[in-house]
């Protein structure tokens, strides 16, 4: 399920972006965006890692639910900025990347750590 969410991730930041139908002005609503699917991520590998292990091997844990999903986040907004011309990488985008993947990694343990054991 990680690498699907991973690659939805990838295609949805380096494709062009269409005209977007007439949305309600919410602020933000673009880091919003980020926020959730990297959050959605790295949610996604922590109810991974739980349904695979019985217990916590942190440092793996923190590679790979923590600082791969971010370095991703990081890389694809150079992508945008370097190798597109219909995207512009953005380092607030990379920063609502980050809080999501942060967030995720603190409720992620508490929260699945119930449900996939319980």
Partial sequence: MSHFVTAV???LSLAPLQEMPEMPDIKFMDKWGHFV???GLCLVIWWEYFKQHKSILWLRV?????LLPALLGGALELMQKYLT????????DFAANCVGVLLAALIGPL???RVCKG
Avoid: F, K, N, P
């Avoid at 923190?62 to 923590?66: H, K, L, M, Q, R």
């Avoid at 011309?85 to 607030?92: A, F, H, L, P, V």
């Fill in 37 to 39: 699917m990297y959050g």
């Fill in 9 to 11: 991730v990838i295609i």
């Fill in 85 to 92: 011309t219909y995207r512009s990488g953005d380092w607030m």
């Fill in 111 to 113: 929260i699945l750590s």
């Fill in 62 to 66: 923190t590679i790979g639910a923590i």
